[in-house]
């Protein structure tokens, strides 16, 4: 949801509402089994083809809060910022046994289009710890140091030590030149 910083008058637009280029993805869970529905980018996000997206991502989080606003700074792997609004929509369910069906829905844009958005007030954007690091899916991050990690990276030799305990789930050996 956009709102303009200044009124002009009933009816009349803002000269900052000029479109915000959003990303959109829905995500469908039925059976607490989430399938990926529709996804689509004005932007130059780029989302997950195969293996799915991280779990760091805030449209998961979504389904923890249902029918709360959740927003995110995220930051991917090659330094560029997004900024994120997420929530659950429920729909059918109305009878004693109608089926329902959740859906997660989140809209983002480049950080930098963020300060126009009634949800980015109140949000150190700018903060050095604001964003969230993700990645396009686990199989393919580039962050080895990621406790959230679902399946181990496609490149690399995972490296398992019996007797020791790691803080990221899928440890990669270190190449030593």
């Given at each position: 949801?956009?709102?303009?910083?200044?009124?002009?008058?009933?009816?009349?637009?803002?000269?900052?509402?000029?479109?915000?280029?959003w990303?959109?993805?829905?995500i469908?869970?039925?059976?607490?089994?989430?399938?990926?529905?529709?996804?689509?980018?004005?932007?130059?996000?780029?989302?997950s083809?195969?293996?799915?997206?991280c779990?760091?991502?805030?449209?998961?989080?979504?389904?923890?809060?249902?029918?709360?606003?959740?927003t995110q700074?995220?930051?991917?792997?090659d330094?560029?910022?997004?900024?994120?609004?997420?929530?659950?929509?429920?729909?059918?369910?109305?009878?004693?046994?109608a089926?329902?069906?959740?859906?997660?829905?989140?809209?983002?844009?480049?950080?930098?289009?963020a300060?126009r958005?009634?949800?980015?007030?109140?949000?150190?954007?700018?903060?050095?710890?604001?964003?969230t690091?993700?990645?396009?899916?686990?199989?393919?991050?580039?962050?080895?140091?990621?406790?959230?990690?679902?399946?181990?990276?496609?490149?690399?030799?995972?490296?398992?030590?019996?007797?020791?305990?790691t803080?990221?789930?899928?440890?990669?050996?270190?190449?030593?030149?």
């Open positions: 949801m956009v709102r303009p910083r200044s009124a002009r008058g009933p009816g009349t637009v803002s000269p900052q509402l000029v479109k915000v280029p990303c959109k993805y829905l469908a869970v039925r059976d607490d089994a989430a399938s990926r529905g529709a996804r689509q980018s004005a932007t130059d996000f780029h989302f083809r195969m293996g799915g997206t779990p760091l991502w805030t449209v998961y989080e979504a389904f923890s809060a249902p029918g709360r606003i959740l700074v995220a930051e991917m792997p330094g560029k910022r997004y900024f994120w609004v997420a929530r659950t929509l429920t729909r059918g369910g109305y009878g004693h046994h089926p329902r069906a959740e859906f997660a829905v989140a809209l983002g844009c480049e950080l930098r289009h300060r958005l009634v949800y980015a007030e109140g949000i150190a954007l700018d903060g050095p710890r604001a964003a690091p993700i990645g396009l899916g686990c199989r393919i991050c580039e962050r080895r140091d990621c406790a959230q990690r679902a399946r181990p990276p496609a490149g690399g030799r995972l490296a398992i030590y019996p007797d020791r305990r803080y990221v789930p899928y440890p990669v050996e270190t190449r030593t030149p």
